[in-house]
């Protein structure tokens, strides 16, 4: 079963589901064909634009397609030299400095563990991001390019996105930024218009329950096609529900939609302290709920229905969420508000 790391974990890291290939060691991109043209097609024309902006749910592949860009511009640089789908043998030694985060030309920004209370950092800091700007003054290496990737770039405080802009605004040659994204809308927008954009799209579910019998496969059919509904298209959030509380929120999180209108003054105090006790529990229910809105925002304006009720409250919601996880709110306060801010967009336009 996937697990998260725990914040003693030695071997911490914000960006894996424990159990599972870290995006660094992940050869295989699933479902995101397009994405990869696109980027293939950019990158061995000899001129890339300087920033990506790679943007989807989480746990869709974002990470691993930026790993695989950046492995092909320090192996083959910008130039056809190399496969058409940007692969790398894994026995490459560029493949293998990056594995083992050991590669000269790559940087990786991400949230780590805080040095003083040992316990993870709930933003990306000031003083992270400004490594950028020694990282890209080096004399760069064998092959001449040199490739940071910040993961996500939402977990930038106000202070590091300021730094980020003002890499983005000054581009060495030969550098490159892959800015990952969950909600590209929380960036800043001279932030944005300064990055070549690359959206990533939900897994078909056949594509999905493929893989997971590749990876779990000690589970039965019926348990991999349940996971695959209720992902939502992104392979991470399947490897998460795949533990007994990744499964739990993601059904709470259905039922606090379908609730909307009259929600359950009692079940929501129950489940507030439920996810009290859980590590993580209120940004894993966020992330859930968030990704159950968007499916359902989607189905209804395909259906010709007005969404955008639904669609403010949305991002309402992730902004709730993300001010409760950065500032280390009470859980029942966060599913209280967020209970309100459902039932307003439910009683101004019906259910979702």
Same mark, same amino acid.
């Given at each position: 079963? *996937?697990?998260?790391?725990? !914040? !003693? ?15 660094? #060691? ?57 496969? *058409? ?13 990056? #594995? ?28 992270e991001v400004r490594r950028l700007s020694g990282f890209f003054g080096m004399t760069a290496g064998a092959g001449g390019w040199r490739v940071a990737i910040v993961d996500p770039a939402d977990d930038m405080n106000e202070n590091a996105a300021n730094a980020l802009l003002k890499q983005l605004e000054e581009p060495p040659e030969k550098a490159m930024l892959l800015l990952l994204s969950h909600r590209p809308g929380r960036l800043l927008p001279t932030i944005r218009s300064r990055c070549r954009r690359l959206d990533l799209r939900p897994m078909p579910d056949d594509v999905l329950e493929r893989a997971l019998s ?13 996971? =695959? ?20 929120? =993601?059904?709470? =999180? ?5 609730? =909307? ?21 209120? !940004? ?5 709920? !968030? ?30 969420? *993300? ?22 967009? *439910? ?6």
């Open positions: 079963m *996937a697990k998260r790391f725990k !914040s !003693s974990d030695e071997n911490f890291e914000s960006d894996r589901v424990a159990g599972f290939a870290h995006p660094r #060691e992940t050869e295989t991109l699933l479902g995101q064909g397009a994405a990869l043209e696109l980027a293939s097609a950019t990158l061995r024309g000899g001129r890339p634009p300087h920033a990506w902006l790679i943007t989807g749910p989480p746990g869709i592949g974002k990470a691993t397609l930026a790993y695989r860009m950046a492995r092909y511009l320090l192996r083959y640089g910008a130039t056809d030299e190399g496969p *058409a789908d940007l692969s790398v043998s894994r026995d490459d030694a560029v493949a293998r400095q990056i #594995e083992a985060r050991a590669h000269p030309g790559l940087l990786v920004l991400k949230r780590g563990l805080n040095p003083r209370t040992g316990k993870p950092q709930t933003e990306l800091p000031v003083d590749a990876l779990l496969p000690d589970m039965d059919s019926d348990e991999r096609h349940g996971l =695959a509904r209720l992902a939502g298209g992104s392979i991470g959030a399947a490897l998460t529900l795949a533990d007994g509380d990744g499964a739990m929120l =993601a059904t709470q =999180a259905a039922g606090f939609i379908e609730r =909307a209108r009259e929600p359950d003054l009692v079940a929501l105090y129950a489940l507030g302290e439920k996810i009290g006790r859980m590590r993580d529990g209120l !940004s894993l229910f966020g992330d859930f709920l !968030s990704a159950a809105l968007r499916e359902r925002i989607r189905a209804k304006a395909r259906a010709g229905g007005d969404a955008k009720a639904w669609a403010d409250a949305a991002v309402r919601l992730e902004e709730q969420f *993300a001010r409760a996880d950065g500032l280390n709110l009470e859980p029942r306060q966060t599913i209280w508000t967020a209970a309100r801010t459902l039932a307003a967009a *439910a009683r101004r336009t019906g259910s979702l």
